[in-house]
């Protein structure tokens, strides 16, 4: 009875009759299962019963996910309508943007996109894209792609952006820089009214050699004056990015930045810079999800 039972649903009203039927056959158990299984009403019964399952699995997963990931799941499904089959993409890092990689991922394999080629931005986004079994490339040999999709930090109300807290700011912004459309998901959370409002960390890429050096020339700009600057850590030794590089977050902890334009001006003339998270002018349409549903922007 063990045996039968992995070859039907647990809730299956049929395990009765089944198991009676098997009683008046003199035959191998799991023989006669699989040609009761074989009966077209019995196998509508088990597609049925599966796909009701598979709802309540959907639901209850939705469930079980945060709100703000929900809103990231709306935003991040909303931006691969952008995606069309034939079509070189960009794919970012963190978390809103997993579920766009997710989502390509489920539509290759349908079969309802085809032909993608794919350029990440970061190994833990290779990693997951190439799990997922979606073809790979770089900027090497696909130079010019024709959408990228990935989240943002803060997001003021020009559609400029700060991205890297998860520390993948040069890759990406060498790959959205590269892409004919870039198309932004963030949750209604991030929203700030200048960039730097969140008092949570700018941050900005700097080669190892003497980073102290780099750190307190960032600090003592006129254009970020008031920011807190702090080497960016993982346990006891500093973070280091895909590119290895350190990182130095800047923390905007009493009012936003300025004029970030020039900011981004300032940060990338100091030598020991590689890249800021300052995303100026880039953002050619920003999906944002929030409790009343999810708003498309597009740069004017």
Not at 258 to 265: L, P
């Amino acid at each position: 009875q063990n045996q039968i039972s992995l070859l039907l649903p647990s809730s299956s009203s049929y395990i009765p009759t089944f198991l009676h039927s098997l009683h008046s056959i003199r035959s191998d158990p799991i023989s006669s299962a699989m040609q009761l299984a074989a009966r077209p009403s019995f196998s509508r019964q088990i597609r049925l019963t599966a796909a009701q399952n598979t709802r309540r699995t959907s639901v209850k997963v939705m469930a079980e996910m945060s709100k703000q990931d929900q809103l990231k799941q709306e935003a991040a499904w909303k931006a691969v309508d952008y995606v069309k089959s034939g079509m070189t993409v960009g794919l970012g890092t963190g978390s809103t943007a997993a579920f766009a990689v997710d989502r390509i991922g489920s539509l290759l394999k349908s079969g309802e996109l085809k032909d993608i080629v794919a350029v990440p931005t970061s190994i833990a986004t290779y990693e997951q894209a190439k799990g997922l079994g979606i073809p790979l490339a770089t900027l090497d040999t696909k130079p010019k792609l024709d959408v990228a999709i990935d989240g943002a930090d803060e997001v003021d109300p020009n559609l400029d952006v700060v991205k890297g807290r998860g520390g993948a700011l040069l890759r990406e912004k060498m790959v959205e820089l590269a892409s004919d459309k870039f198309v932004c998901i963030v949750d209604d959370s991030k929203l700030v009214s200048g960039l730097g409002g969140s008092k949570l960390a700018m941050p900005v890429e700097i080669v190892q050699f003497c980073h102290e050096y780099t750190l307190r020339k960032l600090q003592a700009l006129p254009e970020v004056a008031g920011c807190v600057a702090k080497l960016r850590m993982s346990g006891d030794e500093p973070y280091v990015t895909d590119n290895s590089n350190y990182i130095v977050d800047l923390y905007f902890e009493n009012e936003p930045i300025k004029d970030s334009y020039a900011a981004a001006k300032a940060i990338e003339a100091i030598c020991g810079v590689v890249e800021h998270g300052l995303f100026m002018d880039m953002v050619d349409v920003c999906i944002i999800a929030g409790a009343n549903g999810v708003e498309v922007k597009e740069r004017k």
